[in-house]
């Protein structure tokens, strides 16, 4: 089974609707994190948490937000959908105290269109 | 500022040969680490290699290795004997600072031919 998973793999939406992603590991990694990959631009980190009862915003936050509801699951939410938010979504999970580095785990990713 | 650079937005390389993707990086952190991330078409990311700042010799995964030079602030990524499976993207990016927070590249396309 993978260490970390998304879901779902795929969605398609329309413009204003709420959905959430969901991200699942069992790593057991203390830090976890939302990226979002678009053409061109790479990987941005929306918001990332080190903790359960750490949430700390990324470069691009707006427009979305997130749960961390146990140490194993963090959930991003897109309140109100817009078409530039059509994207591939990482989830990613890393332990720096058992690594000693910053290597992340990433899920397989989800595939969002908002319509 | 912290920043990763990809200057080769395309490389093409011939079945078997070696090739050579470029990073340089920027950072006034002593201590960091850098890292090499290989996404085939399929989508998903997958961690090929790290180097440390203070690690004395470069790194090396199997058909990969890394060409860490600290002076030049460059660690590139040397894939030997390639293969056509090894066709994707590849993201270099760095972890410096206190929140150690990962900071990428644009990445650079590969495209091995038969």
């Known amino acids: 089974d993978a260490d970390v998973t998304q879901t779902p793999r795929n969605r398609i939406t329309k413009t204003g609707k709420r959905i959430m992603l969901e991200c699942s590991q069992t790593?057991?990694?203390?830090?976890m994190y939302w990226y979002r990959q678009d053409p061109g631009l790479g990987l941005r980190l929306i918001y990332y948490?080190?903790?359960?009862?750490?949430?700390n915003k990324g470069e691009i936050s707006d427009g979305y937000s997130v749960s961390r509801q146990a140490q194993a699951k963090f959930s991003l939410s897109l309140e109100s959908a817009i078409p530039n938010q059509t994207a591939l979504y990482f989830c990613?999970?890393?332990?720096?105290?058992?690594?000693?580095?910053?290597?992340?785990?990433f899920g397989p990713g989800t595939r969002l269109l908002v319509l | 500022a912290q920043k990763i650079t990809q200057t080769q937005p395309g490389m093409f390389v011939q079945e078997k040969e070696a090739v050579t993707l470029d990073c340089t990086y920027d950072?006034?952190?002593?201590?960091?680490?850098l890292f090499w991330y290989k996404q085939p078409s399929s989508g998903e990311m997958i961690f090929l290699i790290y180097q440390g700042s203070y690690d004395q010799q470069n790194a090396t995964e199997g058909r990969y290795s890394l060409n860490f030079q600290k002076a030049r602030k460059s660690a590139n990524l040397v894939i030997s004997a390639s293969q056509l499976g090894d066709s994707a993207m590849y993201f270099c990016a760095m972890d410096a600072g206190n929140n150690r927070k990962l900071i990428w590249g644009l990445g650079t396309s590969l495209a091995v031919n038969p």
């Open positions: 950072t006034s952190d002593p201590s960091y680490g």
């Open positions: 790593k057991g990694h203390d830090r």
């Open positions: 948490s080190f903790d359960v009862k750490d949430i």
């Open positions: 990613a999970t890393s332990d720096l105290a058992t690594d000693d580095q910053e290597t992340q785990y």
